[in-house]
């Protein structure tokens, strides 16, 4: 297993699903910089579940604890430990999934790769493991913050109901003002009303979260192959249920003309900046100073409410029916997810 | 910089492309293996400069030399050190274009990270830094043939046209029979008469591939963040030009339903298999046994035959128009690279 | 800072003296592993604080409690969180401290580079920050302990009284009957009474301990660079105090002559061996399989009880005497510190 | 294998002594440095064979060519590619070794370790690898120059032979004029004569290096792991034939007393600093601004022109006597070799 993410700025996590707590090491943070433990609190709320009528019911506080690596309100330089502790956890829920193999899920190839298996929940890969990564990108989002970075994210589809402007169109302050995540009101309504109908015919449904962030300095990026949207692509394919990752223009770049593609260089008051910015703020693996962009996709949650056939684990065909608590689509709640990973990709560029 | 590719199978590359010399160290090869140099040249050939009316004509016979690492025609575990002279160096090509920054190439963001600057061809930021690729990637191929593990890569888009087919209705044997690397003979004729036509513009164009990985042993991938598609994403990612890479139903798996994109699981005669493979080989960021494929996205090539308004270094606006010689589209050439990283990424994977 | 040690089995640590509690993460862990929270325990209370009368008085229970990792107790090869929560900190004993550089402690280097200080003890530069240490040699000698791989350390050494044998010639199942942890019984009364001595003087001592490892299979090690000295050198030089490292013959191997130093290859029914041992069990970087055997010489304790000269932090010459509770000695307590880097560094160079 | 050494400053290291070239790649070297070529050979020349009648005769004139990371004289930031050519190996020397393993070389650990041998004077095992690790110290030391940082490496003892004085009693600049490298006139002749002793006997002795870092900047060395004596032991030990490595007062701490060992604080002029080093200029695992001091052992090497008693591959007793162009002693060539890993420690730590 690999649970470290970042060279520099470092998240080790731990935990599983349902054992006694989650958590994590904060390691190559900055000294001196003021942390707020709201703010931290306040990014697990926002990835908390049941917080609204499509996410799974299960009641967890989501409080986290830092055991280390602050003093009088700062960092120190040193590790920050932290824990969040499991309340409502029901591995009972668990027993009769113990002996099969639910469809499209890790059951099959962590058994496979370790021999043993937690299945309670999914034990480590389930997305529950997502809370240790919000606290390790909200404490680099703060100290990103510090330097006017800014990092949002917002729901760009669910279905095949897609939000085609570009951000520059949107406010990207009314984010949060639906439970969808979706700045544009018309969509965003459009989205709840479809995540209801696939809610009530038992069945999930995929979608995209694009991310944007401003005023990062020129310079990120290793080449020639820690390019920044390198790394960027690890991070976001390192979150569960992801299926693709794009910067800029993306794929529709292959459709294009380099006389198409190409940014112009200008002089903006004696800064050389891009007239447009379809290389998406990274030209040759650096950024240039404009934003960075990029789009992830998810696939459909995996587990739902109608019969579904697969086999045990002894390859016996047998018919299964999901109970228990589980989101009608991840990407509401992958919104801080990807801003959390975006956040320590970056901040682990910078230092 | 960063120069290292992967963690046990390890490539480290050096050289610009109008130095003396490009090369590079494959370290954490297993011992014992018989390796012939002759399909590692193969394997440069097909990306060599030169081969046919849509590359660049710069000739340069791309000849590898291996100085260590070998004993009586096989690997001894010792790190094998490669080299491959530059013969068709022409810095003086270059030479009006030292003061000013190409559009959306690497020249501004390197110049401004690096301080100094070798314009000669772009220097390391060259896609010719692809040579030490295609030498490790080569190495890392022969390693898997042994255990019987394929790779396959082919043009699946230029510009609009582009092969929606599924890889499984394709015969892979003839990818190579056209010099765009398309396995459809129709769509190859079309996407020949297009670049024709793109490049009497003086333009450029970009494209996609794709590609398929076959009998990879279940368990590659080390969750929770180095996911196998996190490895190939970060590898696909690191190739100059690539802006978008997807695995499985990739960015169509955000338009599905759960209850079309689960992959039942099936006995096999006794082997556990799924009967769709919709998640593209990996679940839980661990290989399942099925086939691997993705897609990445790549732009047009930057640099084209028309007038285009830039800055020079003293944020000046110019008007420049290219010489030398250049591809029309990077990504026939971009196969074999996409193929070596492929290579080098799954076998780190395995050892 | 640097928090992580180890490649494969690799431990996060975290955590200050006079925190909230100390902890850490042990990735990399095989699963299926019995694992005996009991023994991790034990190791733990032969490092604990106030275990006789050379040990600082602070009364610690250092009780470790596993938050994840383990199911049905056997590890599952996920990462093992792990936390020990400080009792009996009292941070106003240093309050006196917090203006002033204690000499040879870290207060001043540490004050330097992070700008900031947690002077409470030392915060995370005190020895306490070996318990992680503990926790994870522990984990690690339970998996060695399973392929038969013994190790063993004691004190040779305290200030001039010096055990000049062969480990070879000493009954290594003694070391514990002696608060010194020496096995030669004599020895051990000396130094006990030197101790008693030096103490009363309000002094400290230095000293040394021997490590042996037994049953190590051939093979580990990774040259030219990681090899296995190299690792064990690295893992010994991390841990507080220690000014000095040497195996096999050491330095006394620097005054041999080739025909005295050289270890003749025999046969033992069959099996290639070494007649002796002066290479202490590794050449050319790699374990033979002979009992691997080295030496760590300590400093003595930096707090005495004797007035001292130093300076605050804006340079001003100031008289000090340290209050509190310390180490007279930090060898005995080092004995299973020195033991817990050696199965962390065996055990990842074996995975 | 693991032949890169360093975390920013990385050397990455191939070639076998009886093979095409050896060479490496120096990645992670700041921009903009005016590096001589000139110094990189001169290093090389010091630790060149045949110099002296104590050092094998083989006949190298260990050229350097650098391949790539110059332009116009400096430093790019690119990676330095760069390789020796061997031209006096004799191969055939080593037909009869073939099938035995020599007394404590790497032959048996490396033969079981990789199951090939490259049995032409040990391969990679050889202590000809060393040339890679000069040039990439050469390039370091010439960074480390631009900040005033200077490394000095001397002979301290050649078997009883022993320099007990300290560094700061000795003229640095007198350790070239004599081939042994000891900066005591006396006792270099009193070396000398006991090297041509030893040397008429077929036999070999051991030695130790002593090494001095004058002004590095305080805080170098990133606790708690990676503490820069850490870092400085693994160095040393990972060079071949190494045994030992302490630092500041090393093993004599073990014999003092906390009142003596202490270095106590002052203040020169408004800089604080310690009027005694016993520290030997690392306190908390972080340098202090005063002289960092180290001290290396070596063992005897291991070819003598003695008859020994060995196996052959198949277990079989057999007797050896050497042939071949062999050192006396190591410890005049390993001078340069401890400055160089030394050079490449410090700046990695700086970066």
Redesign the interface.
Known sequence: ?????GKRF?L?????SH???????V??CP??IELSIEKIQQELDRRRPGQDQFSTLRNEADKV?????M?EG????????F?IRNSDHKPEDYDDLKNL?R????????H???????YRGG???SAR?HVSRVVGGAIARQILETKGIEIAAYTS????ISLDKSYTELDLKTIEQSPVRCPDKDLAEKMLAFLNK?KGDG??????VTCIIKNVP??L???????L??????????INA??????????A???????????????DN???RTKTN???G???????GEDIFFKV????????F?E????DIS???VVMTARGRHDVCVVPRAVPVVEAMAAMAILDAML
């Open positions: 297993m690999s649970n470290t993410f470092r080790t996590s731990f935990g599983e054992g006694i707590a989650l958590g994590g090491v390691d190559g000294p001196g604890e830092i055991l280390s690596g003093f700062k960092t120190t330089g040193m590790p920050i430990g824990i193999y469809l499209s899920h890790a059951d099959y190839t962590w496979r790769k370790y021999g043993v298996r937690d034990g480590r890969s493991e589809q669910i279905g095949n696939v069945d999930t449904v995929g979608g995209a020129i310079g990026g290793e080449p020639v192959f820690d390019r949207q390198a790394q960027l692509a690890f991070a976001m394919m390192s992801a299926k693709g990752f794009e910067y800029g223009k993306g794929f770049a292959a459709t294009m003309k380099g006389s198409e593609h190409n940014d112009e260089f200008i002089s004696g800064t050389i379809h290389s998406g990274i030209q040759g693996g650096i950024s240039n996709a998810f696939k459909p949650v995996a587990t739902i109608k579904q056939k697969t086999t390859g016996a065909e």
